[in-house]
C-alpha cells in the first residue's frame, strides 16, 4: 500500500550529492538502529505489529501524519525504526512524544531519524534508540540540548 502525504526525504542539493548522502545516512541508520530492533517499511509494519490489538496501516499513517513517530521516505517507501513501538499495545511509546516535541522545532523528519540512530555525546556516545525505554528523561534532555546547539 501506498501512502501519499508527508515526504521525509533527503532533498537534493544543488551539487547532486544528496542520492550519495542520503544512501550513507541510511546504511548508517540501518546499523543504528539494529540493536533496538532494526528499520521495517511502513507498509510491513502492521504484520511485525500485529497482535489482537494491533495497528493497521491506517493507524500508522495517522501517526507519520501527526509526528507521532520517527519515520523517514527513502528510495520509494516510509521507514520506521522499531525501537519506538511498545511491546505490549503495539503502540508508539507514550515516552516518545515530548522528545519528538524537542526535537521537531528545529529538525525535520530526516534529521530526527538521524538523531535516534547515531551515537550521541549528551547521553555519553549511547544511542539515543537504545535508551528511550530506560531513561526517556535523559534522551529528552539530550534532544533539548540538541535542539538549543542546532537553533542557537
Known amino acids: 500500500m501506498q501512502m501519499n502525504f508527508l515526504k521525509a526525504s533527503r532533498p537534493a542539493p544543488e551539487?547532486?550529492?544528496?542520492t550519495t548522502d542520503a544512501d550513507a545516512d541510511?546504511?548508517?541508520?540501518?546499523?543504528?538502529?539494529?540493536?533496538?530492533?532494526?528499520i521495517v517499511r511502513a507498509d510491513e509494519m502492521p504484520s511485525v505489529l500485529r497482535?489482537?490489538?494491533?495497528?493497521?496501516?491506517?493507524?500508522?499513517a495517522r501517526w507519520i501524519a501527526a509526528r507521532h513517530v520517527v519515520?523517514?521516505?527513502?528510495?520509494g517507501n516510509y521507514w520506521l525504526p522499531a525501537f519506538q513501538f511498545d511491546r505490549h499495545d503495539r503502540q508508539p511509546k507514550r515516552e516518545l512524544?515530548?522528545?519528538?516535541?524537542?526535537?521537531?522545532?528545529?529538525?525535520?523528519?530526516?534529521d530526527t531519524a538521524v538523531w535516534f540512530s547515531r551515537p550521541n555525546?549528551?547521553?555519553?556516545?549511547?544511542?539515543?534508540?537504545?535508551?528511550?525505554?530506560?531513561?526517556?528523561?535523559?534522551?529528552?534532555?539530550?534532544?533539548?540540548?540538541?535542539?538549543?546547539?542546532?537553533?542557537?
Open 15 to 18: 551539487s547532486g550529492n544528496a
Open 26 to 38: 541510511f546504511m548508517f541508520m540501518l546499523d543504528g538502529y539494529r540493536a533496538s530492533g532494526g
Open 51 to 60: 497482535s489482537q490489538h494491533g495497528a493497521e496501516i491506517k493507524d500508522i
Open 71 to 75: 519515520y523517514l521516505y527513502w528510495a
Open 97 to 110: 512524544r515530548p522528545i519528538l516535541a524537542q526535537l521537531a522545532p528545529a529538525f525535520d523528519e530526516w
Open 121 to 152: 555525546p549528551w547521553l555519553s556516545g549511547e544511542v539515543p534508540a537504545n535508551l528511550l525505554s530506560s531513561h526517556a528523561t535523559d534522551v529528552e534532555e539530550a534532544a533539548r540540548a540538541d535542539r538549543f546547539a542546532r537553533r542557537g
